[in-house]
């Protein structure tokens, strides 16, 4: 029975093969319903205003996409190189200033002393003395 049922799937294949068709859209497809229907709507610019009007109706505790609070995720942060934005996959031991490559790494070595700082500064990972 097995065998029977996969070569009557097989057999449509085959023809089509043979056929030379090569716009599949043009081919019937048995396994769809052609009198579905989606239940889907388009809104038009007046529904989704009023949809808003109404929405700042609701109660301030009321949960929307806007107000939902999250827990912290439980991911690690990513990492960015301080000077091309492009994720940092290493960080220099003296200055601690993340980078991308040994292209900007060779870029941190010539910054003057006291300017790493202004980058750390931007990730709010500076060193102030007091």
């Avoid at 599949?24 to 396994?31: A, D, Q, T």
């Avoid at 949809?51 to 107000?67: K, L, M, R």
């Avoid at 980078?99 to 002393?113: D, F, G, R, W």
């Amino acid at each position: 029975m097995k065998r029977q049922d996969a070569k009557e799937t097989a057999e449509p294949l085959a023809s089509f093969k043979e056929s030379g068709i090569t716009n599949l859209l043009s081919v019937s497809k048995p396994f769809k319903n052609a009198d579905y229907k989606s239940n889907r709507r388009w809104k038009n610019l007046k529904q989704i205003v009023v949809q808003e009007e109404q929405a700042s109706d609701w109660p301030v505790d009321f949960p929307t996409h806007w107000n939902i609070d999250a827990a912290p995720s439980l991911m690690p942060q990513k990492k960015y190189c301080d000077l091309t934005g492009l994720p940092a996959r290493y960080t220099d031991p003296k200055t601690n200033i993340r980078y991308h490559s040994a292209e900007v790494y060779q870029l941190i070595k010539t910054l003057q002393p006291g300017s790493e700082q202004q980058y750390l500064a931007l990730r709010n990972a500076s060193v102030v003395l007091k």
